[in-house]
């Protein structure tokens, strides 16, 4: 078994990890850590019969997860009072949205940037009142600044001077040059309030949008983590709609794959079709660590870094875009 999908099993029967070796140990965290799941694991261990040292990477683990939770709790709440003289919606993604509601996928999950959802005729109110509250631009470059203003989903991100936080300000969930479009409207519209004044995404869009993260834009670079917040939402409930809504967003053959993938990795306990031969080679690049935890399968990573491209825009301006960053000295997978 490689020490991917060793992980996966970890996460998935914890109790199948009470016989392992010290150097087995080692290497599982290695791979959590890697795929930035150490809190997730350790959540799913404790309370287990665990070695001694075992037990203190756990404790650690699910000490430095809860601090970080509290961190991307906070960064929200900062972001709410920078915006709330606005009147716009906010919505939450992704980690912080799984805290903020207590959601399954929140438990030991880390969070790193924070990622909000807001209309796109408002961005430049909220990017001058972000501004205001301390926040600056991150990308010092032009033509990065450009691209992004021109044609992505979001931002240029933005990181608070004193905080040293990310923000990433999204007005969809996909970039504005992928085949795929979502509706942001509707995400906006069916989103749910929370009681501080923020919004999460509806239960279905919650799941279109780990699935578009996950299957419609990157490299499934830390993908199992994304997949592994889908199984989390998928175990808890299957919202009633489901498929209707990923077809209503264009990514109903997205999230198919996703059902597999998630019940082949992680036994999510849902209808899915059989795993085809291009569901092997998603499950061959989301399981690609070594026991160290360092990356492996170079080509298909390159591959799939190709592919994320690919998606995002269409070829002559993706050829364009990939020749001004190798100018650049941006490299591929290295």
Request: glycine share 6%.
């Amino acid at each position: 078994m490689s020490p991917g999908w060793r992980l996966a099993h970890a996460l998935r029967a914890p109790e199948t990890a009470l016989g392992f070796r010290p150097a087995e140990w080692t290497e599982l965290f290695a791979v959590a850590r890697a795929e930035q799941m150490a809190g997730t694991l350790a959540h799913r261990l404790n309370g287990l019969a665990l070695p001694a040292q075992v037990q203190r990477l756990v404790d650690d683990a699910i000490a430095s997860a809860g601090q970080v939770r509290l961190a991307a709790l906070w960064e929200a709440e900062m972001a709410r009072r920078a915006l709330a003289p606005l009147g716009v919606p906010v919505v939450l993604l992704k980690g912080t949205a799984f805290a903020a509601a207590g959601l399954a996928p929140s438990v030991g999950r880390n969070i790193g940037d924070l990622d909000i959802l807001v209309p796109r005729e408002r961005l430049d109110a909220v990017e001058a009142a972000l501004i205001a509250a301390g926040w600056e631009w991150v990308k010092p470059d032009p033509y990065d600044d450009a691209y992004y203003r021109r044609w992505m989903h979001e931002l240029p991100p933005l990181i608070h001077r004193e905080r040293d936080r990310m923000i990433d300000v999204h007005h969809t969930i996909l970039p504005r040059t992928a085949k795929i479009r979502p509706d942001p409207l509707a995400l906006l519209r069916d989103a749910e309030p929370l009681e501080n004044g923020l919004c999460i995404l509806s239960a279905p869009d919650r799941l279109v949008h780990a699935v578009a993260h996950l299957l419609a834009d990157g490299d499934l670079a830390g993908g199992m983590r994304n997949l592994w917040d889908i199984h989390c939402l998928l175990a808890s409930e299957v919202p009633a709609g489901l498929t209707d809504r990923a077809r209503h967003h264009g990514l109903e053959a997205e999230m198919a794959r996703a059902l597999r993938l998630s019940r082949a990795l992680y036994g999510t306990p849902v209808e899915a079709g059989r795993l085809t031969l291009v569901d092997r080679l998603y499950l061959r690049r989301l399981t690609a660590r070594d026991g160290w935890g360092r990356q492996t399968r170079k080509l298909l990573r390159q591959a799939f870094y190709l592919r994320s491209h690919w998606l995002r825009m269409p070829p002559a301006m993706l050829a364009r875009h990939l020749w001004t960053k190798y100018r650049k000295g941006h490299r591929p997978l290295g």
